[in-house]
């Protein structure tokens, strides 16, 4: 039997990966003086609730060796192999100390590098989760994993330059100056790390500008999992979006699934942020 393992950089929240099937291992966060595991303890609701309100950024903390090794302990003691998929190793050392853990079991164990986060890394999840039923073998299954992971496209329109300033990540001045003109910045997810990919004045043009970018990668493989999200308590953004957004959709697919966004990301990009993720044709 092979069992898939996911960190909560996956956005998944416990009660989700229980109905999937699927085993994960919690990212520590704090908020102030408390702690918390990501999706365990404290929900994604939960999560957007705190964020307005505490006085300091919150941390989130990478998982380390001895809390994998004990996760890769439980799920092999039956006699299953275990795939593992964790944040880009280019942005969290989670990669690196689960690959560490799987070295003591030899050959039960294999672990994925996403290089993504939040749904870019729960998409590549969702077709791990399709071979396994499809019934490949490990092996099979981590080559696919590692080839078609380069075909994921995660961009999301941020609402706020507030977090992104607070994380040290642009200036005071530059978070001031874009607030003041509406600025809606696009980022993504290059090579495993963060990247500024365009800015738009508004929240039409940033649609706009967010699904041209869609159509720049070349396309949405409608045949792969794909996945819209959003970030804080309501989902309007995410509903304006897709009504401008409507060529992409409409014709190809009955149904489009959407998440909210987890702490992971959503500690640096605020609420009011939409994306998505898909693998490009």
């Known amino acids: 039997m092979i069992k898939i393992l996911v960190d909560s950089a996956s956005d998944l929240e416990k009660e989700e990966a229980d109905t999937l099937g699927v085993a994960m291992i919690p990212m520590t966060i704090r908020f102030d003086n ?80 996403s290089l993504n986060a939040s749904l870019g890394e729960r998409i590549l999840l969702d ?43 642009i200036s005071s001045v530059a978070a001031f100056t874009g607030e003041l003109l509406s600025i809606k910045p696009v980022i993504s997810i290059v090579d495993g790390k963060v990247k500024l990919v365009g800015k738009a004045i508004g929240s039409k043009k940033g649609n706009n500008l967010l699904m041209q970018l869609v159509e720049k990668c070349g396309g949405i493989d409608f045949e792969m999992p ?21 060529k992409l959709w409409e014709g190809k697919t009955e149904h489009i699934p959407s998440h909210m966004i987890g702490s992971t990301i959503g500690t640096h990009i605020g609420s009011g942020a939409i994306a998505v993720a898909f693998f490009a044709k």
């Not at 060796?65 to 092999?76: C, M």
């Not at 989902?235 to 957004?245: F, P, R």
């Open 226 to 246: 794909y996945t819209l999200a959003y970030s804080g308590l309501t989902d309007e953004n995410l509903q304006k979006y897709l009504k401008d957004s409507a």
């Open 34 to 113: 408390e702690e918390f595991y990501d999706g365990f303890d404290l929900t994604h609701r939960e999560f957007f609730e705190k964020l307005p309100i505490c006085e300091e950024l919150p941390v989130t903390s990478q998982i380390n060796e001895f809390r994998w090794e004990e996760e890769f302990n439980k799920l092999t003691e039956d006699g299953s192999e275990v795939i593992a998929i964790t944040i880009s190793s280019e942005l969290s050392g989670t990669f690196a100390c689960a690959q560490k853990a799987a070295e003591k079991f030899h050959n039960k164990v294999c672990v994925v590098d």
């Open 127 to 169: 077709y791990a989760l399709k071979l396994v039923e499809g019934g490949k073998p490990k092996e099979e299954i981590v080559n696919l994993l590692n080839e078609k992971k380069k075909k994921i496209q995660l961009l999301a329109l941020l609402d706020t330059l507030k977090y992104l300033n607070k994380g040290g990540r």
